[in-house]
């Protein structure tokens, strides 16, 4: 791997980098991706085996090559894999695996970039896109070591071979947790609960053929208070009340709780699930004892497996956080085109989670980087 002559370093060869670089050729930039793993998208690859995009084929789609029409509209998460690879070919995308950047600092008008094996590799200008699910959370329940059954976080899980006629506990309810809980009671578990803190938002996929994704698109630049009332009804009209089953339906407004981060559960089967009785709404985990779980209404479990699909963390904190560019929760204050003013020609990609879809927003934030780093460049 040479940077020799290159303006322009990624770090991460996921959808957000491969986007990037693509843009970036578009335009006549040369880049390098830089990624730890052996090959590109390893996040995806990682993922449970059921996964199916939330977001269909046409807007899941990187700049400059569709995405065939033999995946489906909704694509798998191993036809996805197989796209980056041949987005990676047909762009003539260079890719070094094996590079793992621990730190970037600036030098001058340079980024350096701190990478394994002693490397130090200069640029003009840096894109960070590790990527929005890049280290496993998992709270510090009380007592959670001394837990007496297995407890694994849900990026470990990939389906539901190994807990067939096992009494398995979900703890979260994002779209990874009421997935996982369905894939579970579909695969034989022998009882499903489902440990809920904060009630979800729950939409179908699609609606008579037309897409949730397309309702956050058109709703993006709507007020509020407009977006709640639209989906306060189209939720009464589309899903069934399960107040009875442990889940009723939220009081704060669906695109109030957007905006502070939670991202609406789309159903692939959890109201099935849960209104059949094989998956049974819980409280919240609060915390460990030997084999027991103590819950947050008081009562208590003895499940033989936990899984926890307690979310991300971006982890940037070790690559950029003496940088002044992260805020409090650790994520980027600026994205796509816009850069600190501390930290010019750093640009991140990935690290938001729209209603109008990840995929979506970053394919045109790749566009915005382009176009900004042909003017610094030029």
Request: glycine share 12%.
């Amino acid at each position: 791997m040479t940077d020799d002559g290159v303006p322009v370093h990624i770090i991460g060869a996921g959808p957000g980098g491969l986007a990037t670089a693509a843009a970036l050729h578009e335009r006549g930039i040369s880049t390098v991706v830089l990624e730890k793993s052996p090959s590109v998208g390893a996040s995806w690859r990682a993922h449970y085996d059921r996964l199916r995009l939330h977001t269909t084929r046409r807007w899941s789609a990187l700049p400059g090559l569709p995405i065939p029409r033999s995946y489906g509209r909704w694509v798998s998460r191993d036809d996805f894999v197989r796209y980056l690879e041949s987005y990676t070919e047909h762009h003539a995308i260079e890719v070094a695996t094996g590079v793992e950047v621990d730190s970037v600092e600036r030098d001058g008008t340079d980024w350096v970039l701190h990478a394994n094996g002693g490397r130090r590799l200069t640029t003009p200008v840096a894109v960070v896109a590790t990527g929005y699910n890049h280290t496993a959370h998992l709270p510090p329940w009380p007592g959670r070591d001394g837990f007496e059954g297995e407890l694994l976080h849900a990026s470990r899980y990939r389906n539901a071979r190994p807990y067939a006629g096992k009494d398995v506990l979900v703890a979260g309810v994002g779209n990874t947790g009421a997935e996982i809980a369905a894939d579970l009671a579909e695969g034989g578990a022998a009882r499903v609960r489902l440990a809920v803190r904060t009630v979800p938002h729950i939409v179908r996929r699609s609606t008579l053929g037309w897409p949730a994704q397309a309702n956050g698109i058109l709703c993006r630049r709507l007020p509020t208070r407009i977006v709640d009332r639209l989906a306060a009804r189209m939720a009464k009209l589309a899903v069934p009340d399960l107040s009875d089953r442990g889940l009723p339906r939220p009081e704060t407004g669906l695109y109030t709780r957007a905006r502070q981060g939670a991202i609406p559960v789309q159903d692939v089967g959890l109201i099935a699930a849960v209104r059949k009785g094989a998956v049974e709404p819980v409280a919240a985990v609060e915390s460990f004892d030997g084999a027991k779980i103590q819950l947050a209404d008081g009562s208590s479990a003895a499940p033989d497996v936990v899984i926890a699909a307690t979310g991300y963390e971006q982890g940037l904190e070790d690559l950029v956080g003496g940088l002044g560019v992260l805020d409090d929760a650790g994520r980027p204050l600026v994205h796509g085109a816009r850069t600190h003013p501390d930290a010019p020609g750093l640009h991140f990609i990935g690290y938001t989670n729209p209603l109008s879809g990840m995929l979506r927003e970053l394919s045109l934030d790749a566009h915005r980087i382009a176009k900004s780093v042909a003017k610094v460049t030029a």
